[in-house]
């Protein structure tokens, strides 16, 4: 058993945390949702490179003054791009 | 160029919630050091596969909630936990 008071408050905090960012996540996800049916409206491309390299920079900015190392931000970016692509492409290809 | 108004909009409105995301995995990752010299202090393993089978479930509980693919839910935390294991490895191996 790894439980001790201390260790329990610090898991309540990432729990939070981790609530947070989901809800966060839920709202990015109907944002891209959006992002995908204009997409298709417009014939319009389900990747976007060039947005990719933008969005990495920024990203990467904000990871250096948050502290956070920037080479994580970035693999989450490409994690989360990857799924949003992947739900582009499923919207693009349905009727 | 793939530019237009709503477009742009839309991209702002992710933009915005990636910053308030990469600012709450900064603390989240500052919570998860203090657990790692827990760990340490302690001689806890870096990995706990008890306590991830409680946040997965969590987590798909909340995303269900918030309209978010549970199954992405749980990929991401398995992405986040495994860089966090990742950093409590280099905390236990440093003098």
Redesign the interface.
């Known amino acids: 058993m790894?439980s001790?008071p201390?260790?329990e408050q610090?898991?309540g905090?990432?729990?939070n945390?981790?609530?947070?960012?989901?809800?966060?996540?839920?709202?990015?996800?109907?944002?891209?949702q959006?992002?995908g049916v204009?997409?298709k409206e417009?014939g319009?491309?389900a990747a976007?490179p060039?947005?990719e390299v933008e969005?990495i920079a920024?990203?990467r900015r904000?990871?250096e003054a948050?502290?956070?190392?920037p080479e994580?931000?970035e693999?989450?970016?490409t994690?989360?791009v990857s799924?949003v692509v992947r739900h582009h492409e499923a919207i693009a290809e349905a009727d």
Chains 1, 2 share one sequence.
């Open positions: 790894q001790d201390e260790l610090l898991r905090s990432i729990d945390l981790d609530a947070a960012i989901i809800c966060l996540l839920a709202e990015r996800f109907k944002v891209t959006q992002v204009l997409k417009r319009l491309a976007d060039e947005r969005q920024r990203l904000l990871a948050a502290n956070l190392d994580f931000a693999k989450w970016l994690f989360v799924e």
